[in-house]
């Protein structure tokens, strides 16, 4: 057998038994399995998709989306707080997508997660002022918050975090609503 045939085969095998350790295949159909499977691949082409638009590190940092009556928040923090470098590229990086989002310029996400993302279609057709976007700079990073009367909008924003959860899969996490808000 040639090296590069065994180096492949090591590799198939290591990969296979790290997913093969986090999932649980024993509660799990075929159906499920599969879509588990689907769902790894997409998060991963989504990540490295997402190197090309995102001037920070997806595995250094976390996104964090909380929905409201009124649209939402968008959250981008550095897992640790004290590296500098990474909170100045996601505030950096923030600033920069607020100014293209208010434009109607959703290219960014459509590049990372593709033209048929929920959401986005409606997000796109946007005109200017029905969705206003603030920025706002927190611990280890800042926050876009999003909010519009339009109730259709609103709806798109939470198809629009909803897919972002997914296709960030461990770098992701839903936030904390004010439920006096829903």
Do not use: C
């Not at 590229?89 to 607020?98: A, G, K, N, P, S």
């Not at 997000?123 to 876009?144: F, N, R, V």
Request: no cysteine; glycine share 8%; hydrophobic share 40%.
């Amino acid at each position: 057998m040639s090296p590069i045939a065994i180096t492949l085969g090591l590799i198939a095998a290591v990969s296979g038994n790290a997913y093969a350790q986090t999932v649980d295949h024993t509660k799990m159909n075929h159906a499920a399995h599969m879509a588990a499977m689907a769902d790894a691949q997409r998060q991963a082409a989504v990540s490295q998709r997402g190197e090309e638009v995102m001037p920070f590190s997806l595995a250094a940092t976390t996104h964090i989306f909380t929905k409201s009556a009124e649209g939402g928040t968008q959250q981008v923090v550095a897992k640790d707080s004290a590296n500098i470098e990474q909170v100045r590229l996601v505030r950096e990086h923030l600033q920069e997508i607020r100014k293209q989002f208010l434009k109607g310029d959703f290219s960014g996400p459509s590049r990372i997660h593709g033209d048929d993302m929920p959401g986005l279609a409606d997000l796109k057709a946007t005109t200017p002022g029905q969705i206003t976007i603030d920025y706002k700079e927190i611990e280890g990073g800042a926050e876009l918050i999003y909010k519009t009367s339009n109730s259709l909008l609103v709806t798109a924003l939470h198809q629009w975090f909803d897919a972002q959860l997914s296709d960030h899969g461990k770098d992701a996490m839903e936030g904390h609503t004010n439920h006096g808000d829903m």
